[in-house]
Structures are given as C-alpha cells and as structure tokens.
C-alpha cells in the first residue's frame, strides 16, 4: 500500500542551524501538507502546497519556514535557524484532491526534531 | 480560531468494556475525521463523516456526526488490548484543506 515517507525519523540540532525535513508524498497526490506536534500538544497544521506553491499557512509557518518541492518525488520543510521551541514531531501529508470527503490526508511516520 | 475540544483527555478501561469519546467545537465543519495514533507514528485514518447525522461503523467501531455538524463520537464496543492508542478527531471547515485537530484521547486497555 502507497506510504508517505519521511527522512530522517530522528533529527538533532543545534539553536540557530538550518535543518531540511524531507518528505515524499504518495506518488499519484496532488496536495502536501506538513504538520507539528510540541510533545504533549495537540498537532498543529503548518502549510500546505498545491502546483508548487503554498495554498495556505499558519501563524505558525514564519519566514523561518520554506517548503519546497525540489523534483517530481520530494517535498521538504526547511527551518532556517531553529530555536529551542522547534522542538516537535513533524508530520508531512498528502492528498489525492480536495473537496470535502475527497480530501483524506495520508499522515508519514513524522521526524523528530530536537533543538539542544 | 476552529476549535475542537475531545473529552475525555484520558481513558483507562478493562477488556470488554465500552466507550465513547467526544469531539466538540462551536464551529459547524464541512467534514470530520476520526484518526488513531500510536507512539512514534503519524496519525492513521479511520473515517472520515460528512453529512450531518451520519454514523459510520467499522468493526467495534461506531462514529456519528451531530446534526449541526459540530460534533462527533466515537464509540467503541468490547474493548481490546489493541484499541488502545490516541483518537484524534480533525476536521475541515469551509473550503480550506486545513486539517484542525482535536486535543486528543488518551485510551488505554488494559487485560
């Protein structure tokens, strides 16, 4: 069954490095998402991407944030200089379409980021 | 801001007993989504419920959408060890693909 994978499951950093999450969507989805979740917290939509472009953001996706999708398969998430408080689970999703009951979002495994 | 409160936040039951988890909001959602998540993984659909009034079951599994379309239950017969994980509800409201997540449900099995 077609997976949404992510790379890598376990990201370290320090305060101030730029970090690239790496993310590829079902083959055939045309909507990509990624999404946080601060340990103990409830997970929070940051961005999501459609015809190569952001379709819509959160207050949360500043201009730290870029996603790109750099070729046919990947998609990333780049954090220009973490801070201690970016510290989550990272969740990349994608979607065949949108409209309603269509729009079932298709969750990977999440990377871990941790900023020491 | 779409809110969508889940009660309760913590769940401790014996094998084969039953349960029902809430989802709530003030805000009417176009469609709402029933998730679980185990530690370590990303959320994994169960179902989604678009029309108000609509329940959906899968196995011991019963989800119901309010008729207002702000709010949902889950309700789950003869519990299982393997029930046991985080339900989220999530949710769209009018045209956006935002997913807006609920706080979660702690549910938890025991033998």
């Known amino acids: 069954e077609p997976e949404v994978t992510q790379t890598p499951s376990h990201q370290v950093t320090q305060m101030g490095q730029e970090v690239i999450l790496r993310c590829v969507p079902i083959?055939?989805?045309?909507?990509f998402y990624w999404y946080r979740q601060i340990l103990g917290q409830k997970v929070e939509f940051l961005v999501s991407?459609?015809?190569?472009?952001?379709?819509?953001k959160s207050e949360i996706f500043d201009d730290q944030f870029s996603v790109e999708r750099p070729d046919g398969s990947n998609f990333t998430l780049k954090i220009r200089s973490t801070k201690l408080e970016d510290s989550a689970m990272y969740f990349c999703?994608?979607?065949?379409?949108?409209?309603?009951?269509?729009?079932?979002?298709?969750f990977g495994a999440g990377t871990r980021l941790s900023v020491l | 801001t779409q809110l969508l409160e889940q009660s309760p936040q913590f769940l401790s039951i014996q094998e084969g007993e039953n349960l029902t988890v809430y989802c709530n909001s003030s805000?009417?959602?176009?469609?709402l989504q029933w998730y679980r998540q185990e530690p370590g993984e990303g959320p994994v659909l169960l179902v989604t419920?678009?029309?108000?009034?609509e329940v959906k079951k899968l196995k011991r599994l019963t989800f119901q959408f309010g008729d207002a379309r702000k709010d949902s239950s889950l309700h789950i017969t003869a519990a299982q060890p393997g029930d046991t994980g985080l339900y989220l509800c999530?949710?769209?409201?009018?045209?956006?693909?935002?997913?807006?997540f609920g706080t979660g449900t702690q549910l938890k099995v025991e033998l």
């Open positions: 083959s055939n989805h045309l909507y």
């Open positions: 419920v678009v029309t108000g009034g």
């Open positions: 991407f459609y015809n190569n472009e952001i379709s819509e």
């Open positions: 999703a994608s979607s065949p379409e949108r409209g309603l009951a269509k729009n079932i979002q298709y």
């Open positions: 805000s009417v959602f176009s469609s």
């Open positions: 999530a949710g769209y409201t009018g045209g956006g693909n935002k997913l807006t």
